[in-house]
């Protein structure tokens, strides 16, 4: 069995449902808070793969929700 994409939920509804993050602005990349160091609205989600990034330099980085 190999790793399936199209299993993974869609990552506007995690992050808003899931994760209860109200994200910000248009297109590709959101914004919302940072949750890994309890901080401003730092991290940027991608709508379209689920990877994220703190701008505010905690290092929290990742994907495929």
Known sequence: MSFDRN???????????????ALQGRGKW???RCDFHDGSDSMRINTETG?????????AKGGDV
């Open 7 to 21: 299993h993974l939920p869609d990552p506007v509804s995690y992050y808003t449902d899931a994760a209860g993050l």
């Open 30 to 32: 959101r914004t919302t």
């Open 51 to 59: 990877a994220f990034v703190c701008m505010a330099g905690c290092g």
